[in-house]
C-alpha cells in the first residue's frame, strides 16, 4: 500500500489499483455520511478530483493519486458511508483504476515514509 | 483529498446526565405531528356542501386516492402552532448575535401597513391603472435606494440576497456581451466570501479564482492586481465580487485602488450589500466604484426573517449597467406610473426576467414603511450606533477571547478566532452551544472559513446599553469557565453536553444526512 | 428614535469604553474623500402617525381586488386565508427567528418545515419535498437545471401552455449553465405537443396543469414518452388548490413537481412573497435544490429535526453547490403549513370542489354572451375565453365599471398573436352577484 500526502492511498494489483483515503484523514473528517463516487470509464491524471466525501458540514475532494482509467466504483459505500469511519483502509475503498504507469504508484509514500509525514503535521 | 475538517462533533454523545425526557417540562409542552394529532375527516374551515356532480365533466381527471393530509379543528391548529413556536427563539426574545445577518428589531407598524388591503390584496396583474399607490411606492423606494447608495438605477424584482447576486452578474454578463467582452469568463471572489458568491458566480456559467486576504483581513491588493493583470489572464476577468464591508468585519481601505484597478481592468465591481447596515448613511457605494450591489432588505431595512425566509434582494446599479437591469422596471409618463413589462428598442437591452410578477412587494412596503420611520437622519443613526455597539462588544470581550484583526476598530460586527480555546479541549461550537444554556443565541459560527473557529458576533442598532452588557457579562461569565476548562474537567464536560437548558439537546445531525427522514410516513 | 435605543449617555460611555472621543474614529477606515458629513438628501425621521398617513394614501390609490367583482388568475389567486393563520405567523418567536441553524432552539421552525414537507410530498404525490423555494417561477428554473445536472444533456422543452413568467425565468436561469431552450408555441391545449421536439439532447420537458389557458391535462402518456427516452418530466402547477381535485402529478408520472403555493395560506400582495413548492423522485434527491429539513434524535433519544443534506447548498459546496440559493420563502411556507393543516383533506377537497362548482357557473354565464367563446375543454378554475375584439382594452373599459375582468394573454405574451384571449378565474370568494356583474358589463362593453 502506498500513500499520498493528500491522505489518499493505493494498493496495486497487476494493472489494477484500488484506492481510498487514509485513516487520518477519515478520522479529521469527523462522521462521513456520503460518498460520491466517481462514474466508471472516467479518465484521470494524479491530482484530479476522483471523488467526493461529505460529512454533515463539509464536502472534502478526494484527488487520483496516479493517471489512470475508473474500471470499479464501490457500490455499496453511498448506502453504507459509515464504512469509511469503520474500515478507511479496507472495506471502504473507493474506486479501482486501470494505472497507466505502475511506476507512478511505486514513485509514492510507504508506509512507513506516510507515518513519518504524518509525525509532522 | 483536500479535508475540509471543521473539528466539531456532529453527534452528540449520550450522557446520562439530565433528568429523563418526560415530554413536558413544565409549561412547555412535547407536540406531535399533525400527522400523529389530526385525523382525515376533520377540518378546521367551514366551506358550504358543494354540489353533488360539481366535478362530473372532469371524468377521469379527478383524483379519487386519498391525499394524505389531516385536518384540525381551529382550536388544535391555533394550539398546536402556539405550542410549536415556543420551542423557538427569536429576535423579540433577547439579543441575536449573529454575524452576517443584521437581527435587528423588526418594527410592528411595518407589519400593520402591509397588510393594509390596499397592499395586500393587489393582483399583480390587475389593470395598472387601478394599482396607482403600488407603482408609486415601487417607485419611492427605488428613489430612496438610489440616493442612499448614490447609484443611478434600482433593480426591484430580486427575491433574495443570492437572487441579487445572480442579477447583478446577468447584467454584467449581459453589458459585456453587447460590448463584445463575452470572451470575458472569470470572476474574482476573496477567499472570506459568502458562500452565495462563488455558488452564483458558478451559476451565470462564470469560472471562479479565489483572491487572497492580507494578514490585516483585507485584500491583498497585490494578488488582486497580479490576478487583474492582462499578461497574467486578467483580460478574461468579467466581474469581481467584494463584500465590504467585509465579511471579516473590516472595511476594505483600499476600496478605492480596488475598484481602479478593476475598472481599469475592464472588469466590474459587484458589491455583495450584506454588511451595509454599518454604513447606510455614512458613505455610498456608488462613490466608492461600485457598479451592482444587491441589498438585503432582510438585513438593513428591517423585514422579519420569518423563520428563514423571504427575503427581497434589489440590486442597485450603475449608469453603464442600468440598461441590462431585469424587466419589469417602474416609469412614470403623463398617463402615471407603469410597469415596463415588454420594453423594445433601445430600452430592450435587459437581460429577461428573473422570475413571475414584479418582486417582493411585500417587503418593498415594510422597507419604505422603515426608512420613512428613521429618515436621512436615523438611518445615518443606524449606521453609527451598529458600529458603535459592535466595537463595544469587542472592547468587552477581547481581553478573555482572541480577535482576530485586534487592530484598529470593527464595523458593524466583531469577529473573534478560536484561539483563546486552546488546550481547553473545547471547540467554537460546545461554545456556542453552552450561549443557549445562558439565554442567547449563539453568534455565527465558523464563518468567514478565513479565521479558524471563526466567531462572528453583530448585535445592530436596536440593542440598549443594558442588552449589550446583559450580553456581555453572560459571554464573559462562559468564557471565564470555558478557560477553566484547562484544568477543570468537569468545566469541560458541561460545554460538552449543552444545551440542557434548550427544548432538545444537541442533535444528530449525522443520522439525519446518512438516513434522510424527509417526511412524515406512516409508522410500519 | 423610538427604533434606536442608544442614548446620549450611553453612548458617551460607550465610546470611552472603546478608546474613542467621537463615532467618526470608528470609521477611521473610510476614505475621507467619501465619507458624507452629513445626512443624504432625504426627509428626516417621521412618527407612526406621519408614516401610517403617508402609507395610507398610497394604498388608497389602489383598487383592492376584493373591493369588487374581480376574475384574475394567471399564477396567483385570490383565496380565503382563514384568520387565525395571519395571526400565528405574527408571533414573535415565528416572525423575528432566523433559519433554524442552532436547530436545539428553532424546533418551531424546524417541525412546522417537516410538516411542510410532508404536506408538499402528499400533494403533489411525489416521494419527497423541500424546505420551499422562492416561488412557483424560480421553482421551474431550478427543476430545468436539476434535470440538466441529472441527465447530463442540454436541452429543455418548455410547453406552449407554460405561463410566460414562468418561461421567461427559465430561459435566464438556463442561460449561464448553456442549456437550450425550446419554447413551443402557445395554445390552448398545448401539452403533448412536447414530445414532438424531443431529442437526444433533451434533458426535460416542462408542462403546466392546469395550465396558462387552464387547461387540465393527463400527463400520463405524456410522462411514458419521456421515460421511454430517458427525458425528465417536469410538471408546474400554479394553482396549487388544484390538487385538492385533480389527479396529482406524481400519481401522472411526473419526475419532479413545481407549484406555485401562493393559493394557500398567503395574500396577493401584489406578486410576493409568494412560495415555491419543490418536488422530486427520492433517487433524485442529492440533486435537489433547496434547504431540506430531517427527522432525528437529540442526545437524549428525543425526536428532532434539523436542517439537512447541507451539502448541497452554497455555504459548503459553494460554486459546486446544486444552487444559489440561501433563502426559503420560511414565512410563507409556515403560513402554508398552517391553512393546509386546518383545512386538512376534507377541506381541501370541499374547497376545490367548491372553487371548480363557480367556475362552471362563471364559464357558463360568460358562454352565454355573444361573441364570446371558451376554448379550454377542462378547467378546473380558471379558463380562457376567447372575445371578439382584443382582451387587453376591453379590460380597461371593464375596470372603469368596476369589475376586473381577468388578465389579457396579451399582457403575458403581447408577440403571441392571441390578443382576443382573456384568462379569467374564480375561487370561493367569488359570488354570483360577482358573475352576474361581470356577465352584465361585458355584454354591455360586447355590444
Known amino acids: 500500500m502506498r500513500f499520498t500526502k493528500d491522505h489518499e492511498w493505493i ?106 509525514f504524518l509525525d509532522t503535521l | 483529498m483536500n479535508m475540509q475538517t471543521v473539528g466539531r462533533p456532529t453527534r452528540p454523545e449520550t450522557t446520562a446526565a439530565t433528568a429523563p425526557p418526560t415530554g413536558a417540562q ?113 417607485d419611492q423606494l427605488t428613489h430612496w435606494l438610489k440616493t442612499l447608495t448614490g447609484m443611478a438605477a434600482v433593480a426591484l424584482p430580486p427575491k433574495a440576497g443570492a437572487h441579487g447576486e445572480l442579477c447583478g452578474l446577468l447584467a454584467i454578463h449581459a453589458a459585456h456581451a453587447a460590448k463584445g467582452e463575452g470572451h470575458r469568463t472569470k470572476v474574482l471572489v476573496p477567499s472570506s466570501a459568502h458562500g452565495t458568491n462563488p455558488a452564483t458566480a458558478a451559476f451565470v456559467g462564470y469560472a471562479v479564482e479565489e483572491i487572497a486576504q492580507g494578514p490585516d483581513g483585507r485584500v491583498d491588493l497585490a494578488d488582486l492586481a497580479a490576478k487583474l493583470d492582462p499578461a497574467n489572464g486578467g483580460g478574461d476577468v ?129 422597507a419604505y414603511a422603515y426608512m420613512l420611520s428613521h429618515g436621512a437622519d436615523g438611518l445615518r443613526q443606524v449606521a453609527e450606533d451598529a458600529v458603535l455597539n459592535a466595537n463595544y462588544i469587542k472592547a468587552r470581550l477581547q481581553d478573555l477571547m482572541t480577535p482576530a484583526f485586534p487592530e484598529g476598530p470593527c464595523m458593524h460586527e466583531a469577529l473573534f478566532s478560536d484561539a483563546w480555546l486552546d488546550d481547553t479541549g473545547l471547540t467554537t461550537l460546545d461554545f456556542a452551544k453552552a450561549m443557549i444554556d445562558a439565554g442567547f443565541h449563539p453568534m455565527t459560527m465558523y464563518f468567514p472559513l478565513v479565521v479558524r473557529g471563526a466567531m462572528l458576533i453583530e448585535p445592530t442598532e436596536t440593542e440598549s446599553r443594558a442588552e449589550l452588557d446583559r450580553f456581555c457579562d453572560a459571554v464573559r461569565g462562559l468564557a471565564i469557565e470555558a478557560l477553566s476548562a484547562r484544568e477543570d474537567e468537569a468545566a469541560r464536560e458541561r460545554f460538552k453536553a449543552a444545551p440542557v437548558k434548550a427544548p432538545l439537546r444537541r442533535l444528530d445531525e449525522t443520522l439525519a444526512a446518512r438516513k434522510p427522514r424527509l417526511k412524515w410516513t406512516e409508522p410500519a | ?131 420551499s423555494l422562492y416561488d412557483g417561477s424560480t421553482a421551474c428554473g431550478e427543476a430545468v437545471l436539476m434535470a440538466a445536472r441529472v441527465t447530463r444533456r442540454a436541452k429543455a422543452v418548455l410547453s406552449g401552455g407554460l405561463h410566460p413568467h414562468y418561461a421567461a425565468a427559465v430561459q435566464t436561469l438556463a442561460r449561464g449553465p448553456g442549456i437550450a431552450i425550446q419554447q413551443m408555441p402557445a395554445a390552448i391545449d398545448a401539452e403533448a405537443a412536447v414530445l414532438e421536439a424531443i431529442d437526444a439532447d433533451t434533458a426535460c420537458v416542462v408542462v403546466q396543469t392546469p395550465n396558462v389557458f387552464g387547461q387540465a391535462t393527463d400527463v400520463s402518456a405524456i410522462a411514458e414518452a419521456c421515460r421511454a427516452k430517458g427525458v425528465l418530466l417536469i410538471v408546474t402547477v400554479t394553482e396549487v388548490v388544484s390538487l385538492g381535485l385533480l389527479k396529482s402529478p406524481g400519481e401522472m408520472g411526473a419526475d419532479i413537481v413545481v407549484a406555485e403555493g401562493q393559493s394557500i395560506g398567503n395574500a396577493l400582495n401584489f406578486g410576493g412573497p409568494y412560495v415555491g413548492l419543490f418536488a422530486a423522485r427520492e433517487k433524485l ?126 399582457r403575458l405574451a403581447p408577440d403571441a398573436g392571441l390578443d382576443d384571449l382573456l384568462i379569467v378565474s374564480a375561487t370561493e370568494l367569488t359570488t354570483l352577484d360577482d358573475i352576474a356583474a361581470f356577465a352584465a358589463a361585458l355584454t354591455e362593453v360586447l355590444a
Request: hydrophobic share 40%; charged share 20%.
Open chain 2, 26 to 138: 413544565g409549561l412547555l409542552q412535547a407536540e406531535p405531528l399533525i400527522f400523529e394529532l389530526g385525523n382525515w375527516d376533520k377540518t378546521g374551515v367551514d366551506l358550504p356542501e358543494p354540489d353533488a356532480g360539481a366535478a362530473d365533466d372532469l371524468g377521469d381527471l379527478v383524483r379519487t386516492a386519498p391525499i394524505g393530509l389531516p385536518g384540525l379543528s381551529e382550536p388544535e391548529g391555533v394550539r398546536h402552532y402556539v405550542r410549536l413556536s415556543q420551542r423557538n427563539h427569536a429576535i423579540d426574545l433577547a439579543l441575536y448575535p449573529l454575524g452576517s445577518c443584521t437581527m435587528k428589531h423588526n418594527p410592528r407598524l411595518n407589519e400593520k401597513l402591509a397588510r393594509l388591503p390596499g397592499f395586500a390584496d393587489l393582483h399583480p396583474l390587475q389593470p395598472q391603472s387601478t394599482v396607482q399607490g403600488a407603482l408609486e411606492l415601487m
Open chain 2, 238 to 366: 468579467a466581474a469581481l465580487m467584494l463584500t465590504n464591508p467585509n465579511t471579516c468585519g473590516l472595511f476594505e481601505r483600499d476600496i478605492l485602488e480596488i475598484a481602479r484597478l478593476t475598472h481599469e481592468a475592464g472588469a466590474y465591481f459587484y458589491c455583495d450589500g450584506a454588511n451595509f447596515n454599518a454604513i447606510v448613511g455614512k458613505v455610498r457605494p456608488g462613490d466608492l466604484g461600485v457598479d451592482a450591489m444587491h441589498i438585503n432588505l432582510h438585513k438593513t431595512f428591517s423585514t422579519p426573517h420569518g423563520g428563514g425566509g423571504p427575503g427581497a434582494g434589489p440590486v442597485v446599479l450603475s449608469e453603464a449597467l442600468a440598461p441590462f437591469a431585469p424587466q419589469p422596471w417602474v416609469v412614470k409618463d403623463a398617463a402615471g406610473w407603469r410597469l415596463e413589462e415588454h420594453a423594445v428598442g433601445e430600452a430592450a437591452q435587459g437581460f429577461g426576467r428573473l422570475s413571475a410578477f414584479h418582486g417582493q412587494m411585500g417587503m418593498f412596503v415594510r
Open chain 1, 11 to 116: 494498493e496495486l494489483d497487476g494493472d489494477i489499483a484500488t484506492v481510498g483515503i487514509t485513516a487520518y484523514a477519515a478520522e479529521h473528517l469527523g462522521d462521513v455520511v456520503f460518498v460520491e463516487t466517481p462514474e466508471i470509464g472516467k479518465s484521470v491524471k494524479a491530482g484530479d478530483p476522483l471523488a467526493v466525501v461529505e460529512s454533515v458540514k463539509a464536502a472534502s475532494d478526494v484527488y487520483s493519486p496516479v493517471d489512470g482509467v475508473v474500471v470499479e466504483a464501490q457500490p455499496g459505500l453511498s448506502d453504507h458511508p459509515e464504512a469509511v469511519n469503520q474500515d478507511p483502509e479496507g472495506e471502504a475503498w473507493f474506486a479501482k483504476l486501470k494505472v497507466a504507469d505502475p511506476a507512478q504508484v511505486e514513485a509514492l509514500m510507504d508506509r512507513d515514509a506516510y507515518q513519518a
Open chain 3, 1 to 131: 428614535m423610538r427604533y434606536l435605543p442608544i442614548t446620549a449617555e450611553d453612548r458617551a460611555h460607550m465610546l470611552s469604553a472603546v478608546g474613542a472621543s467621537d463615532i467618526d474614529d470608528l470609521f477611521v477606515d473610510v476614505p475621507a474623500s467619501v465619507r458624507l458629513s452629513a445626512p443624504v438628501d432625504l426627509p428626516a425621521h417621521q412618527g407612526e402617525i406621519a408614516v401610517e398617513r403617508a402609507l395610507a394614501a398610497l394604498a388608497a390609490k389602489n383598487r383592492p381586488a376584493g373591493a369588487g367583482p374581480s376574475f384574475c388568475g394567471a399564477g396567483a389567486y385570490r383565496h380565503h386565508v382563514p384568520a387565525s393563520v395571519d395571526h400565528i405567523i405574527q408571533r414573535s418567536e415565528f416572525l423575528t427567528s432566523y433559519t433554524p441553524y442552532q436547530p436545539e432552539i428553532a424546533q418551531g421552525t424546524l417541525q412546522a418545515l417537516f410538516e411542510f414537507q410532508t404536506q408538499v410530498a402528499a400533494l403533489t404525490g411525489m416521494e419527497v419535498a423541500n424546505a
Open chain 3, 285 to 410: 434527491l442529492r440533486q435537489m435544490p433547496g434547504r431540506m429539513c430531517g427527522e432525528t434524535v437529540d442526545a437524549d433519544g428525543q425526536r428532532g429535526f434539523v436542517l439537512t443534506l447541507s451539502t448541497r447548498e452554497q455555504h459548503i459546496r459553494r460554486e459546486k453547490a446544486t444552487s444559489n440559493i440561501c433563502t426559503n420563502s420560511g414565512l410563507c411556507a409556515l403560513a402554508f403549513t398552517i391553512h393546509m393543516s386546518l383545512l386538512g383533506e376534507t377541506g381541501l377537497r370541499r374547497l376545490a370542489l367548491l372553487n371548480h362548482q363557480i367556475a362552471r357557473t362563471l364559464k357558463d354565464a360568460l358562454a352565454a354572451i355573444p361573441g364570446v367563446e371558451i376554448p379550454t375543454t377542462r378547467y378546473f378554475n380558471e379558463f380562457a375565453v376567447r372575445l371578439p375584439a382584443p382582451a387587453a382594452p376591453v379590460v380597461e373599459t371593464l375596470a372603469g365599471k368596476g369589475v376586473l375582468a381577468g388578465v389579457p394573454f396579451s
